[in-house]
């Protein structure tokens, strides 16, 4: 079936810094890919995300691409900021499901910015 | 409202009672979501519905969840006889469906649930 498997955390870093989170996904078909991220205290919010191969998502500094040959969406942000601190999840849209959003996420990585 | 409202925003209650978790999407938006995060663990699709058509059941752990969409409007997800390995976030989303375009989902805070 379906799944992602994505960076463990807890991933703390300064700021300024460069960060990573790994994410690999197993599908049929093709899936679209998306970033998650919660702030503390508030709802899941989509980031970014990409439909086909070779895409690239962005958004507040993030970006992440579609590799089909590596079936990954890694994350990275050139220097982190304190308001970046969050949880981060990798997500896929099941492929059979076209327009719609039944998700399958990761587990979640949670990053900390030090000052 | 502006987004998708969840209520309770935590729920305690005692191994072997029923509870009801209510979401109110997004106005216009057809599709439904419920999806489980339990602690330190990723989400899990429970259940979708779409429009009148059936609903897609089959994230749903047991035969003690069940859920009810009325329309296009609120729904509730009901866990009867709540066992502590039931305890988690529980999360609503909701989306447009634009045939085969892509729709983003928007979420809800969560509803808390911890049996005890």
């Known amino acids: 079936g379906n799944s992602v498997t994505q960076m463990e955390g807890p991933v703390t870093l300064s700021e300024e810094a460069f960060l990573t989170i790994n994410c690999t996904y197993t599908a049929t078909g093709y899936p679209s890919l998306f970033w998650y991220v919660q702030y503390p205290g508030e709802g899941l919010q989509l980031l970014l995300k990409?439909?086909?191969?070779?895409d690239k998502g962005s958004n507040k500094g993030f970006e992440a691409t579609y590799r089909k040959e590596t079936t990954s969406f890694h994350l990275e942000k050139g220097s982190v900021q304190v308001s970046d601190s969050a949880v981060y999840f990798c997500?896929?849209?099941?492929?059979?499901?076209?327009?719609?959003?039944?998700?399958?996420f990761g587990q979640g990585t949670r990053l900390t910015i030090n000052p | 409202g502006a987004g998708v409202s969840q209520s309770p925003s935590n729920k305690v209650t005692e191994k072997g009672k029923d509870v009801e978790l209510r979401c109110d999407p997004i106005?216009?938006?057809?599709?439904l979501y419920w999806y489980r995060q339990r602690l330190g663990q990723g989400l899990e699709f429970l259940i979708y519905f779409q429009g009148n058509s059936a609903p897609d059941k089959s994230g749903l752990p047991s035969d003690r969840f069940s859920a009810e969409r009325t329309g296009e409007s609120v729904s509730t997800l009901t866990i009867q006889r709540t066992q502590q390995e039931d305890s988690a976030v529980y999360l609503c989303?909701?989306?447009?469906?634009?045939?085969?375009?892509?729709?983003?989902?928007?979420f809800g805070q969560g509803t808390r649930l911890t049996v005890v």
């Open positions: 989303a909701s989306s447009r469906v634009g045939g085969t375009h892509y729709t983003e989902a928007f």
């Open positions: 106005s216009g938006h057809t599709a």
């Open positions: 990409a439909t086909k191969a070779d």
């Open positions: 997500a896929l849209s099941d492929p059979r499901f076209q327009g719609a959003q039944k998700l399958v």
